[in-house]
């Protein structure tokens, strides 16, 4: 049995039966089973359905918040957001449907014409962090496509995809179209990606574990989405608007307490404002509020488990440069942390994927490059500056795949995310997922007489 726990508390919220190979085996077999009649519905009524998703997932908002404000430890009103970009990540694939197509070629001696083929089963594996959300991004252009779906959620937080999975039958898909297994990792998914009849995987998890994942896909070939880890820079010019970048900072590194690989955890300042950015920095983050998730003035909660929490603890080391509270008693909580460091030091050069912001000094444009750069990963980041020459040849410059000036927002239903080098590949959200989730098929058709 599985015990899945609420952050927070340390109490059991639900005991689960888990998923063997035998019962994965079974859930291919509906899916392959459901795969020909799926791809076969008209693209204007998969398009109603996947609307009607959208609709109960809207319509059962409160619910699934507290779900995954209790499983993940998620401040109640960040849940409710992440619940409603379900939502609308449903309503955009449904649009979505009948909108990707393929393309008539001129060529000589007959009529060229491409088309637009699903995969057939696709394995589906997502973490603890964001669970609802990013089942959402590979699900909605999975179904879109005509793909049927076996979904692993990750085994800390199961119960919001347990929940999207009934509400997937109460819109009318049909039975095998979307399943869902709770289990091991080392199991469930491992099964997946060696499995025959899977023809894709997508994955978002540890860079890690990522790529064990692409090794063994390469013994079926199998299409693979990677959306693996990050580290990703916050650039601070010193022409940029200090008092407004500082307080938005925090929010980027400690929201989800800090458990994004989005986070833009190591903070690079230009020299001649370092010190004042800084002094603003603390100020700013003395006012997140840590707590009680189901609290609706909570700002940031729990760490996800003790042993995630050991982790974080060890990136710490000296005298940090901040160090917030936390509630007494149970739950696993870290306090909002703030470092000076080079780009060396380990806490600036792994993902700590906890509240922890790393701040690093730089010298010019050409040295913020370098050290925004020299990372084996590239995700995310920003660039905060008032100079708009500079700030789009920063971005050019910047080796990461979603970049944000004077912003902090990595994540739009209608645009592609994704990361370069070992961040992953391949692209979620927007139109660009549907062509990880289809075939290009060519077609030459003669007209000589």
Known sequence: MLSVLNPATEESIAELEQAGVEETDAAIARAKAAFPAW?????????????????????????????????VGKPISGARAEIGMVA????FYAGA??????????????VDLTFREPLGVVGLIVPWNFPLNIASWKIGPALACGNTVVLKPAELTPLSALRLGELVLEAG???????????????????????PDVAKIGFTGSTEVGRGVM??????????????GGKSANVVFADADLERTAAAAPYAVFDNAGQDCCARSRILVERGAYDRFLDLLVDATRGVKVGDPEDEATEMGPLISAAHREGVSSYVEGEPAFRGDTPDGPGFWFPCTIVEATNEDRVAREEVFGPVAAVIPFEDEADALRIANETPYGLSGSIWTRDGARALRVARGVEAGVLSVNSNSSVRVSTPFGG??????????????????????????????
């Open 39 to 71: 791809r076969k519905v008209a693209p204007t009524d998969r398009g109603r359905l996947l609307r009607r998703l959208a609709t109960l997932v809207e319509e059962n908002a409160e619910e699934l918040a507290r779900i995954e404000s209790r499983n």
């Open 88 to 91: 609308q990540v449903f309503h």
């Open 97 to 110: 449907v009948d909108k990707h197509y393929g393309e008539q070629i001129p060529v000589g001696g007959g």
């Open 173 to 195: 898909i049909p039975e095998g179209v979307v399943n869902v297994l709770v289990g091991k990792g080392s199991v469930v998914g491992a099964r997946l990606v060696e499995h």
């Open 215 to 228: 090794a063994g896909a390469a013994a079926t070939i199998k299409r693979v989405t990677l959306e693996l």
């Open 420 to 449: 370069m080098k070992q961040s992953g590949f391949g692209r979620e959200l927007g139109m660009q997922a549907l062509e990880g989730y289809s075939e290009v098929k060519n077609v030459f058709i003669s007209t000589e007489e």
